[in-house]
């Protein structure tokens, strides 16, 4: 079992820049994929990054395509998620959690098991 912790998150203008940290405890990360997700008030999680057991394989959205990074440092247990040029439809609480599946990188929530408590980002316009 492993046990998640986000942060960095804040109050940021659009076009600007934040860099969210996942940091795990309990079991190594390196063990999981890692995805991001977010949720905006009154909405569903919405898929924002993944990131394999490596860190060779990486994919996003086409929303974050080109202004967010997923990396991980799997000796410090740790992984980022570099967002730039945020914009306001951006806003939302994002999290960060843990998939032990070893074969597929998966963009369903549904299949993560391990979830952090989540940071807030708000874009303001």
């Known amino acids: 079992q492993v046990q998640l912790v986000e942060s960095g998150g804040g109050l940021v203008q659009a076009g600007g820049s934040l860099k969210l940290s996942c940091a795990a405890s309990?079991?190594?990360?390196?063990?999981?994929?890692v995805g991001w997700f977010r949720q905006a008030p009154g909405k569903e999680h919405e898929f924002v990054a993944v990131?394999?057991?490596?860190?060779?394989?990486?994919f996003y959205p086409d929303s974050v395509k080109g202004r967010f990074t997923v990396s991980r440092d799997n000796a410090k247990n740790t992984v980022h998620l570099q967002m730039n040029s945020l914009k306001p439809e951006d806003t939302a609480v994002y999290y960060c959690?843990?998939?032990?599946?070893?074969?597929?990188?998966?963009?369903?929530?549904?299949?993560?098991?391990?979830w952090g408590q989540g940071t807030q980002v708000t874009v303001s316009s």
């Open positions: 309990g079991r190594t990360l390196g063990t999981y994929t």
């Open positions: 959690a843990a998939d032990a599946n070893r074969v597929f990188i998966r963009t369903n929530p549904t299949f993560y098991d391990y």
């Open positions: 990131i394999s057991r490596s860190g060779g394989s990486t």
